[in-house]
């Protein structure tokens, strides 16, 4: 006979393809307000089935279900599995949250009758406390951050109340297997929440801000360096890998205290021999910072916001930088070597045939840098929507939002483009995101293993992101001029399949190049790589805190 659960547990549903922070911070609340967890993997349809039978299947039905909203783009699919779980007989109480959820809130419970609820905000002290209602069967209408529907279907939305003090949060939960690069595992961690800028497209600001409070707040750096020599000592994790909107701090003096600092706090935890991943502003790089960060916390690659490099979308984003600090920056980071990488939003509302060059020239020139390329989505609460909602170029609804480029040949070669290299920018196997990788593995040898690295292999991870470059500019500058011409739409389709087989024609070339060349490192090293965590077991666990530390 199956065991009957011990105690009131919570499933926890959303995308797990690295550590999801936000779904294990919940857990590690959860865990020790006395409930157990399952961080249930739901990160595309394939996964679907699964997840239900996470829940259903399970030997008691859970307490509660929240599922994690903060994906715009995958909020149908994300509805739909809720949706599958109320038809399949689930009666328990649902809620959900994330970015996409906290704006919308009273719209999705306006429209899908199967959520209960939704977490707005930061929701580690919301659900908790939803949990005890639900337990004690009592009242929901005054918990902060919970919007709800009272008796007569009008929806009622308890303020939000930002965490202050992220150090009185638990450190995130850590069940399963990591992810590990040369034998090195690796594991995601935050050092602060929000960010000191404000750009007009960026969902994370317009988030943090819903909250109210500081614009970033940081947790104490004993109270990092706690944790990451847990991890390190105990699970053996060598790579840290930061998703603070931005590991720098807007000042060069505060910056530079905060990294001496994390770095003294290590070495003084026996944290030596440890690399890290972080993000930065152009704004925030000089030689002396960098250095520093190299030095103290093991730079191993900084994701760096460059995002535009002509004039017109630097103003649009509101990115707060010029492009001399972009270059700048760029030739900063060379000079001392460090490994980077960038995505460029070659397409926004108000893009010019005048902007694309820009960026393909920048791309060009930066082209040993590893680079991806997009279009500025509008995502819920952020100024550049309201902005295209005002002016009446917004279609669409909540679920989502559209525009066209305020150009019409812009917009002829954004369609072109997105056809043409979503298999090289956006595919599961995209090769702008696997030379990335491929990168790594090679900086990874180089800062773990000086006495087997080949200075060869990091000149070649250069040249195949050159080539890349290369070859993504010709395709758009050859998109751009045919774009220009009066062609019917018969012979834009050939332009496009032809263009498309050549592209793809180079990738496979490619591709092989790289796979030749993380074969040599490993082989090197005499470790493989696994940069994608295995498979969590969706079972409801319950345990203490793994990683205790002072409530």
Known sequence: MTPVPPQPWVALIGPEIEENLALRSLAACLTRAGYGTAIVPFANGSQLGPALAAVLDAPSPPLLVAVSLAFQWRALDCLAWIMALRKR?????????????????????????????????????????????????????????????DQDGRI????????????????????????????????TLVGSRGCYHH??????????????????RL???????????????????????????????????????????????????????????VKARPNDVTPALFAAMRERCGLLRLFLGIESDATQGLATLARGVSSPQNHAAMEVLDRLGIYVCSNILLFDPDTSLESLEANLVFMERYGETPMNFGRVELYAGTPLLGRLKSEGRAVGSYLGHDYSMAEHQVQRVYEL????????????TALANRLMGTRFDVEVCRHFHPERFDPAWLAEAKALSLALARDSAAGLRAIIAQAQSPAPQGLLDEFAAELSMRLRTTETQLRRRAQALEEMVQAAVGQRCHHVRPLLDSRPVWTTIALDQPA
């Open 89 to 149: 007989g689930f009666a328990g109480h649902i809620t959900a949250g994330g970015h996409f959820g906290s704006f919308a809130h009273a719209e999705l419970l306006r429209d899908f009758i199967e959520l209960d609820s939704l977490c707005c905000h930061e929701a580690e002290e919301t659900l908790v406390a939803l949990a005890d209602a639900l337990r004690d069967k009592r009242p929901l209408d005054a918990i902060a951050g919970l919007a709800t529907r």
């Open 156 to 187: 009622r939305l308890e303020a939000p109340r930002p965490i202050h003090d992220l150090a009185q949060l638990p450190w995130v939960d850590r069940r399963g297997e990591p992810a590990s690069c040369l034998g090195h595992r690796v594991a």
């Open 199 to 216: 750009c007009s497209f960026c969902c994370i600001a317009a988030w943090h801000a819903l909250g109210g409070g500081k614009k970033l």
């Open 219 to 277: 947790r104490p750096v004993d109270d990092l360096a706690a944790e990451m020599a847990v991890l390190h000592h105990e699970q053996g994790i060598d790579i840290f890998v930061f998703h603070d909107d931005t590991f720098f701090l807007g000042s060069e003096r505060a910056s530079r205290e905060r990294i001496e600092a994390l770095g003294a706090a290590l070495a003084a935890r026996g944290v030596r021999r440890f690399g890290t991943v």
């Open 417 to 428: 483009a997105k056809s043409c290299f979503h298999e090289r920018n956006f595919a599961d």
